[in-house]
C-alpha cells in the first residue's frame, strides 16, 4: 500500500510535525505501508515558504499523476493549509487516489464560519472529495459533522512515547510551561496568576517558560511585573533539553484558550508530570476524571489551583499516577498507527 503524507516540515515547530514525525519514523508504520513524505510548508521568510508551498504541491501532483499513491494522508490546518491541501485533495480524487483530510487545528470550525460564502462553498467541496477525515477526538468529532457525515470521520488520539515507567519526580520545585508564547495558549494568564502568589510561594519555587515567543513581548512583561526571580524564559529546546524539562517539574501549566489535541499535556501525562488547564474542547477527554480543570482566563482560579496543587504532594503523587495510566492506555504511539492502518484498510480492504 503506497501513503502519500503531505503535512509541515521539521523546521515547523508544533503539533503537526511531532505526529507527522512519529508516522515517519514509526517502524511498525513503515513495515505495514510505503510512505512517501511531502512538506508543503517551513518556517522562515515568505520567499522560502513559498518555494517550499509550490515544490511540495509540484512533487505531490507528479507522485499523484505517476500512480505512485494510493491513499493521499493529509494533515490540515485552518486557512492557507485548507486550500493550500484541500485542492491537492481534489486532485487526488480525479486520479482515483484514496484520500484523506487529518484536521490538526483548534480553532478550524471557528475559522471557517468567518469565511464568506463562495469561500466555504470551496472548503465544503474539499471536505466532500475526501473519503475520510481524522480528528483529534469526540469534540471535533461532532464540530466537523457540519461538514463531513459523522460516519466518515474517524477519532485518532495523537500518539506520543510513552516510558515504561512514571519518572515523577515528586520533589522538584519547577513549575513549567511548554508551548507557543501568545495570547491564546494563555501565557499572559499565566504571568497574572504568578503575580497574585508570587509573595506566598516558597522562595525556590520557579517558572520556566519553554517556547518561542511569538510576541516579542516577554522578557519585558516578566521585568514590568517584577517577576524576573520568579520566570525563567528557557525558549525553544530540542527533544533532550524537553525530557530533562518534564523529568525535573512538579507541575505542568498550560492556561490556554483553543487547542485540537495537546501534544504538551500528552507529553506531561507521558511522563507523569500532573497538569494545570483548562477544560475546553478534547482536555476532558484527556484529563476528565483526573483532575478538575478551570475556566480560560480565570486568573484567579489558575493562581488558587497552582498553590494547591503545589503544597500537596500526595495529590500531586495521585494526579501523576493517573495520568501515566490513562496516557499509556489510549494515547500511545502505538494506539495511534494502529487505528491509523484501520482506517487505511477501510479505504483499500
Excluded at 519514523?25 to 517550499?52: C, F
Excluded at 485552518?78 to 485542492?87: A, I, L, N, V, Y
Excluded at 495523537?158 to 495558549?185: F, Q, T, W
Excluded at 494568564?189 to 520556566?208: C, G, H, M, Y
Aim: glycine share 8%.
Amino acid at each position: 500500500m503506497n501513503v502519500l503524507m503531505v503535512g509541515v516540515d521539521k523546521y515547523r515547530t508544533g503539533g503537526m510535525w511531532t505526529v507527522a514525525e512519529m508516522y515517519i519514523d514509526s517502524t511498525e508504520y513503515n513495515e505495514q505501508v510505503h510512505l512517501t513524505y511531502v512538506a508543503t510548508s517551513t518556517a522562515g521568510s515568505k520567499l522560502k515558504r513559498l518555494n517550499a508551498m509550490f515544490q511540495g504541491w509540484r512533487k505531490a501532483k507528479q507522485i499523484i499523476a505517476a500512480g505512485k499513491a494510493d491513499i493521499l494522508h493529509v494533515h490540515m490546518a485552518e486557512k492557507g493549509s485548507t486550500f493550500r491541501k484541500g485542492m491537492l485533495v481534489k486532485y487526488a480524487r480525479r486520479h482515483n487516489v484514496k484520500t484523506i483530510i487529518h484536521i490538526h487545528a483548534g480553532p478550524f470550525m471557528e475559522w471557517y464560519h468567518t469565511l464568506s460564502d463562495g469561500k466555504k462553498n470551496h472548503v465544503r467541496r474539499y471536505f466532500e472529495s475526501a473519503d475520510r477525515v481524522i480528528v483529534l477526538g469526540n469534540y471535533w468529532k461532532k464540530k466537523m459533522a457540519e461538514l463531513k457525515p459523522e460516519r466518515d470521520i474517524k477519532v485518532i488520539y495523537n500518539g506520543i512515547n510513552v516510558p515504561e515507567h512514571n519518572l515523577y519526580c515528586a520533589d522538584s520545585h519547577n513549575i513549567i510551561y511548554m508551548g507557543r508564547i501568545n495570547e491564546k495558549k494563555g501565557i499572559w494568564d499565566l504571568l497574572d496568576a504568578v503575580k497574585r502568589i508570587n509573595l506566598s510561594l516558597p522562595e525556590n519555587t520557579v517558572f520556566q517558560i519553554y517556547g518561542e515567543d511569538e510576541t516579542g513581548k516577554l522578557e519585558n512583561r516578566i521585568a514590568e511585573m517584577g517577576l524576573e526571580k520568579r520566570v525563567e524564559i528557557k525558549g525553544w529546546i530540542g527533544e533532550q533539553e524537553k525530557q530533562n524539562a518534564y523529568l525535573n517539574a512538579m507541575i505542568m501549566v498550560l492556561p490556554t484558550y483553543i487547542e485540537g489535541l495537546s501534544m504538551t499535556v500528552l507529553e506531561s501525562m507521558a511522563y507523569g508530570v500532573p497538569v494545570i488547564t483548562t477544560g475546553i474542547t478534547t482536555m476532558p477527554e484527556l484529563l476528565g476524571g483526573i483532575t478538575d480543570m478551570i475556566v480560560p482566563g480565570d486568573t484567579e482560579a489558575l493562581a488558587e489551583k497552582i498553590v494547591e496543587l503545589g503544597q500537596d504532594q500526595s495529590k500531586r503523587k495521585e494526579i501523576s499516577r493517573k495520568e501515566f495510566e490513562k496516557v499509556k492506555k489510549y494515547f500511545s504511539k502505538t494506539e495511534m498507527i494502529s487505528k491509523t492502518i484501520e482506517v487505511y484498510h477501510e479505504l483499500i480492504p
